[in-house]
């Protein structure tokens, strides 16, 4: 509960008014009296502060249903709801062979998506910024809408971001260090960028779409190319100290073990990673080496599923190294909830994983953590950056309200 009397005005006014919408955003359409019960906020505070939500737009007000909403006769109580006209805002999802874009307006309903190839898996900054502002255009031409109809972008990219400077400290999708692409963004395309690691934006996805919801403590593990983990500590995103926490990918498994693309050895990632898998299946995929990555995967798991003993082993290898790394994350967090995600879910999370893994974890009397799959695929991903960039649209009006 907020303590108004610890606090300045502003700051309360400031801090409230997040929580109030954060609540209506929660439990839309909510009564004033709702809220008051949900935040400990005094019924004139709500009054005040709902006031100038409505006339910024943010929210709106909605007659409750006569029947289901409990309204007393001849007077319908009014309950409020995030006004998704405020703001349409644009997620955008880089990978190494496509980027996937939402169109979503402020209620977080999808208005557009687009999909297309990206010209290369690693580029130069230059480059990036203009491919990822070419494709802000197309998807909108083909939603009929312009860059003044939006009000910021939210992107992820894969790799160490520092969320506060804005910068790519490294990212496999990029041929530099250092890269200040926020800031080029913006001025590229003209209005706020909030930018940070895709698998945060995974957990943010699933926080506010997906199986998070309401869920204080959780943790999200992709496996694609690379290994990501985001990690939602009492309902917030954690990110640890320069944008380079949650490495679970780097995590090591094996002193001295297999070469990463980190240039360490015995990272988790070099032994269940898209391209640690491939590189040990070549005589299994030998006479595909021309088709992709993911038909490549594809051919490994057929392989295996016909019994092929390479391709059982590299997957049994995988999986055994995969629920070590789960394991110790449970054992360092404790979360509620795992949520495996990523297009290589399927080839590595079998119930003997998550078994393997709920035996390594510290047994005692509290319940182990519920461990599910859940693939959305790459437009998971996009929504949870456009979920960012409406929580960073709401901080921006919110600012302009103390
Ligand atoms: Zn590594």
């Not at 006569?66 to 309950?79: D, H, L, M, N, Y």
């Not at 405020?86 to 880089?94: E, F, Q, R, S």
């Not at 995967?297 to 016909?306: D, I, N, P, W, Y």
Request: proline fraction near 3%; hydrophobic fraction near 45%.
């Amino acid at each position: 509960m907020l303590n108004e009397k610890s606090v300045k005005p502003a700051s309360i006014r400031k801090s409230a008014a997040d929580i109030v919408l954060a609540v209506i955003r929660n439990h839309s359409p909510t009564a004033r009296i709702d809220i008051a019960k949900n935040t400990g906020l005094s019924p004139a505070t709500i009054t005040s502060i709902t006031a100038d939500l409505l006339s910024k737009g943010l929210i709106s007000e909605v007659a409750f249903d006569q029947a289901g909403g409990g309204a007393k006769r001849g007077r319908p109580r009014v309950g409020l709801k995030i006004r998704g006209a405020a703001h349409l805002v644009v997620g955008i999802k880089l990978a190494d062979k496509s980027a996937s874009v939402v169109i979503v307006d402020f209620d977080g309903e999808q208005v557009g998506q687009f999909f297309i190839a990206t010209p290369s898996a690693c580029q130069a900054p230059d480059a990036m910024v203009e491919f990822l502002t070419a494709i802000l255009d197309l998807a909108l031409e083909e939603a009929g809408l312009g860059r003044s109809d939006i009000s910021a972008v939210g992107i992820g990219i894969s790799g160490f971001v520092d969320v506060e400077a804005g910068i790519v400290r490294w990212s496999p999708s990029l041929n530099m260090h250092d890269v200040a692409l926020q800031a080029a963004l913006s001025g590229a395309m003209g209005m706020p960028i909030f930018l940070d690691n895709d698998t945060n934006l995974a957990a943010r996805a699933e926080q506010r779409f997906g199986l998070g919801q309401n869920v204080r403590n959780f943790i999200v593990v992709s496996v694609e190319q690379g290994v990501g983990m985001g990690i939602v500590i009492d309902g917030k995103i954690y990110r640890g100290n320069r944008g380079a926490g949650a490495e679970l990918g780097h995590t090591k498994v094996q002193l001295g073990g297999a070469l990463c693309r980190c240039g360490q050895r015995g990272c988790l990632e070099a032994y269940v990673g898209d391209y640690a898998l491939l590189r040990e299946a070549g005589t299994v995929i030998g006479a595909s080496q021309g088709a992709g990555p993911e038909q490549q995967m594809e051919l490994l798991l057929q392989a295996s599923e016909a019994g092929n003993k390479v391709a059982c082993s590299i997957l049994e290898r995988a999986g055994r190294m995969f629920s070590m790394g789960l394991a110790n994350v449970v054992n360092i967090f404790a979360p509620e909830l795992i949520i495996l995600s990523g297009s290589s879910m399927r080839l590595l999370c079998t119930q003997k994983v998550i078994g393997d893994t709920k035996k390594m974890c510290i047994q005692f009397g509290a319940s182990q953590p519920d461990i599910c799959i859940h693939d959305w695929g790459d437009l998971m991903w996009a929504m949870g950056a456009a979920a960012y960039a409406i929580d960073g649209v709401s901080e921006m009006t919110l600012r302009e309200m103390e």
